[in-house]
């Protein structure tokens, strides 16, 4: 019984927080490594784009419940997400064509777009805290648990309770739904064969007739979805504050890069590998120890290897590791 209950309290607060949370920063991984494998740049302004269209997503919930507008049991910026996904769209190409695009034309060295998509995320970021604030935003409504903690224990008569928020379901499901769909996109679609082609050799592509600019357009509407519907599924899940997007910039490009920069697959398998490593080095052992071992051998320190203060350090050294000792990540995308 001991067991199970050590299996339930690790599962509690480090298998399901860790999988909705890698799931999320799956999400931010692709926009991210599809503009460097097509546009040829990482984007620093990516983390401002998740809160931008967050921002839309909010808005538009909020003006949903003041009409009394719901989503039953789910929440109802779910409903709303579309229209935050077009309008982030809009957002993202009229900069594209306003800035973006007057470097590429001129084929600048990938260091200075880097530099230009720095100046958009202060813009981003200055535009999102002036619209809706720098202060904590919660806009998660309806049904708060799948299955709550008095529930489970009163099923299985365990001492520790599993507890699944809503939100982490919607967020796992949503996350293999958006990249079912993009994947299915690159590889049956014409379109996203000819980005493929595009990001694999681009002077071979333009040769075969693929228009460069429609590939441009695809590129930021999907991103677009990525980033909006990953920084809406974070926000739901935790909490919407501006200053935290800009902070989510650190894991997302490392679990990028740790995948694999430019290979989607990498992506998704690097913010996992991301989000398990924070989770489980910030997260207090003790109360597992306590089930498992004699009581002589029980703990007397919290057996936190990390504080959660920290955890973006976390990030932070795999990514040093990851770029010293192989910089192609593990689906060798490509080096940094």
């Given amino acids: 019984m001991d067991f199970l209950n050590a299996i339930v309290a690790f599962a509690n607060f480090v298998l399901v927080p860790g999988t909705a949370y890698g799931a999320q920063l799956a999400l931010g991984a692709l926009g991210v490594t599809l503009i460097y494998g097509i546009l040829r740049f990482s984007n620093f302004a990516h983390g401002d784009t998740m809160a931008f269209g967050t921002m839309f997503v909010i808005l538009i919930t909020w003006g949903f419940q003041g009409l009394g507008i719901s989503f039953g049991p789910l929440p109802t910026a779910l409903l709303a997400l579309p229209l935050g996904i077009v309008l982030t769209g809009f957002v993202l190409i009229g900069t594209d064509k306003m800035v973006y695009s007057f470097y590429r034309q001129r084929k600048v060295k990938p260091v200075v777009l880097v530099m230009v998509s720095l100046g958009v995320m202060f813009i981003m970021n200055g535009l999102t805290r002036f619209i809706i604030g720098p202060d904590d935003q919660r806009f998660a409504d309806g049904e708060r648990f799948i299955i709550s903690a008095r529930t489970f224990k009163e099923m299985t008569g365990l001492e520790e309770g599993l507890a699944i928020k809503t939100t982490q379901g919607i967020t796992v ?55 909006t519907v990953a920084g809406t599924l974070y926000g739901l899940d935790k909490s919407f504050k501006p200053f935290t997007y800009f902070q989510l910039l650190l894991p997302i490009f490392a679990a990028a890069i740790v995948g694999g920069l430019g290979n989607p697959v990498g992506a998704i398998a690097g913010g996992f590998v991301i989000a398990f490593s924070e989770v489980t080095v910030t997260y207090a052992f003790k109360k597992v120890a306590t089930y498992i071992l004699p009581d002589a051998l029980a703990p007397d320190g919290l057996l936190q290897l990390m504080s959660t203060d920290y955890k973006f350090a976390v990030s932070f050294s795999i990514l040093i590791i990851v770029l010293l000792f192989k910089p192609t990540g593990l689906f060798k995308g490509q080096s940094v």
Avoid: C, H, Q
């Avoid at 769909?181 to 064969?193: E, V």
């Fill in 173 to 227: 499901i949503t996350a293999v739904i958006v990249v079912a769909i993009l994947f299915w996109f690159l590889n049956k679609t014409r379109t996203g064969k000819s980005m493929r082609a595009y990001s694999d050799n681009e002077d071979l592509a333009l040769l075969s007739g693929i228009n460069p600019e429609r590939v441009v357009l695809y590129t930021w509407l999907i991103v677009a979805a990525l980033a």
